[in-house]
């Protein structure tokens, strides 16, 4: 496969790939908003005033005992997840997106109160009183959307330009250069919202300090990037590097091994 051939099947690749993430970037902000609705319902729906004989948009804390607790980690696919026996009734199957600060801490046999809302158990609460959500619970998603939108809107739409732009510099090393430069600093600003989510997540952030903390980050990424590009382009990250001219001054021709007539310092034997 001759060299052009290569670097235009990589452009593809970059290209779909490019596509397909800025696709989920812009699923998952067009849930920022719906995300919110439903956390902002949560928080202000009132609790039941009597057990709910149907999905109710109130609040009801029902008792529960612990019958199994499994974190399931190392395993693919697979979310931790707990089954909860009511006082009366068949155990419900509860999963979570994580494994703290409650499920890993739980024992077959423990006493938990599940908060139940539309029909399904949202939130867990041990004797100590932690609370964590479970896969159900509304709390939470719109950082996580927040966070998705940036990560994969910020690599999609750098991969993108930078696939395109090695698609129509094929034939020049150097602007082909520059497009890996772009593709590459896409993935880092993607790597940073997802960083930043983890920070703001695990320090119980407002959703604000998102963009606040990444957005700097972001920009500092786009000057490097346009930096590099731009070196790229001007040849400056080319790895040619001239020849260093010797040190040892010119080489003498070789000497004559023989001259007419002979030379100084020769002689003929004589009998």
């Known amino acids: 496969?001759?060299?052009g051939e290569h670097d235009g099947l990589r452009g593809v690749m970059w290209l779909l790939i490019a596509l397909a993430v800025l696709g989920v970037g812009v699923a998952s902000a067009s849930e920022i908003r719906g995300a919110l609705e439903r956390e902002r319902a949560y928080r202000a729906?009132?609790?039941c005033a009597s057990v709910p004989v149907k999905p109710s948009a109130c609040l009801w804390p029902?008792?529960?005992?612990?019958?199994?607790?499994?974190l399931h980690r190392g395993r693919r696919n697979e979310s931790p997840e707990a089954r909860l026996a009511p006082p009366s009734g068949e155990?419900?199957?509860?999963?979570?997106?994580?494994?703290?600060?409650?499920?890993?801490?739980?024992?077959?046999?423990?006493k938990v109160v599940g908060v139940i809302?539309?029909?399904?158990?949202?939130?867990?609460?041990?004797?100590?009183?932690?609370r964590q959500q479970t896969s159900e619970g509304p709390v939470g998603w719109p950082e996580d959307r927040l966070g998705g939108a940036l990560a994969c809107g910020s690599f999609g739409l750098t991969a993108l330009v930078g696939a395109v732009?090695?698609?129509?510099?094929?034939?020049?090393?150097r602007h082909a250069r520059a497009a890996a430069v772009v593709r590459w600093h896409g993935a880092g600003m993607g790597v940073t919202a997802i960083l930043t989510l983890w920070a703001q997540s695990a320090n119980d952030w407002p959703m604000w300090a998102i963009p606040v903390i990444w957005g700097p980050l972001a920009l500092l990424a786009l000057a490097s990037m346009v930096a590099f590009a731009i070196a790229a382009v001007r040849g400056e990250l080319d790895?040619?590097?001239p020849a260093a001219p010797s040190s040892a001054g010119p080489v003498p021709p070789p000497a004559s091994t023989g001259a007419p007539g002979g030379t100084a310092g020769s002689g003929s034997a004589h009998s």
């Open 1 to 3: 496969m001759r060299p």
């Open 45 to 47: 729906a009132p609790e």
């Open 62 to 70: 029902q008792k529960f005992t612990v019958r199994t607790a499994e």
């Open 91 to 110: 155990p419900w199957r509860v999963t979570f997106r994580q494994t703290d600060p409650v499920l890993s801490e739980l024992e077959p046999g423990d």
């Open 117 to 130: 809302w539309h029909g399904r158990v949202v939130e867990v609460r041990d004797a100590g009183g932690r």
């Open 165 to 173: 732009w090695s698609l129509f510099a094929r034939s020049n090393r």
């Open 239 to 241: 790895d040619e590097a």
